[in-house]
T-cell receptor, first 109, second 113 residues
Framework: KNEVEQSPQNLTAQEGEFITINCSYSVGISALHWLQQHPGGGIVSLFMLSSGKKKHGRLIATINIQEKHSSLHITASHPRDSAVYICAVGETSGSRLTFGEGTQLTVNP | KAGVTQTPRYLIKTRGQQVTLSCSPISGHRSVSWYQQTPGQGLQFLFEYFSETQRNKGNFPGRFSGRQFSNSRSEMNVSTLELGDSALYLC????????????FGPGTRLTVT
């Protein structure tokens, strides 16, 4: 079992739909990161969470430390949101990130 | 502020050769982490440096090594290249230790033939 699991692996949505990507982890963490990777490889850090909820534009990230679960929501999705979304956790025991396998999101016009 | 820069962006090497990749962090950032991304294994942590000290290392063979200079710039070296080393190598910088928000560079695409 991977330490960080994401679901779904692939997601196709119509423009305007509300999207949720889930991340579950099995280790103690100091923080959880949501990353976005566009074709060509560039990675952008969207959020870093250690508790609660953060919002940036149409993106919302939540984390439940007790349940070891985080969700990334995209409201009013747009084709430009099409990318791979990656969950990564920073373990309390060290200074490394462990990554989920990513969720490929495709938003059709 | 300029972002994280990595050089070169693309590289083709032959099996058995060695390669050095460079990462310049955002000005003022003292932590640099390196990651390998392959289609089969996804993103994997290689190592992290803070103030010229390697603080953590991932599960990679000793052919993979790195260092950080006093100006926080970092290099990673892979010796005796294997076909499986073909990957996107990403570095990320952070202002603080303990993995606060990381800023990723564009990556170096290494192809080993």
């Amino acid at each position: 079992k991977n330490e960080v699991e994401q679901s779904p692996q692939n997601l196709t949505a119509q423009e305007g739909e509300f999207i949720t990507i889930n991340c579950s982890y099995s280790v103690g963490i100091s923080a959880l990161h949501w990353l976005q990777q566009h074709p060509g490889g560039g990675i952008v850090s969207l959020f870093m969470l250690s508790s609660g909820k953060k919002k940036h534009g149409r993106l919302i990230a939540t984390i439940n430390i007790q349940e070891k679960h985080s969700s990334l929501h995209i409201t009013a999705s747009h084709p430009r949101d099409s990318a791979v979304y990656i969950c990564a956790v920073g373990e309390t025991s060290g200074s490394r990130l462990t990554f989920g396998e990513g969720t490929q999101l495709t938003v059709n016009p | 502020k300029a972002g994280v820069t990595q050089t070169p962006r693309y590289l083709i090497k032959t099996r058995g050769q060695q390669v050095t990749l460079s990462c310049s962090p955002i000005s003022g950032h003292r932590s640099v982490s390196w990651y390998q991304q392959t289609p089969g294994q996804g993103l994997q942590f290689l190592f992290e440096y803070f103030s010229e000290t390697q603080r953590n290392k991932g599960n990679f063979p000793g052919r993979f090594s790195g260092r950080q200079f006093s100006n926080s710039r970092s290099e990673m070296n892979v010796s005796t290249l294997e076909l499986g080393d073909s990957a996107l190598y990403l570095c990320a910088s952070s202002q603080h230790e303990n993995l606060y928000e990381q800023y990723f560079g564009p990556g170096t695409r290494l192809t080993v033939t």
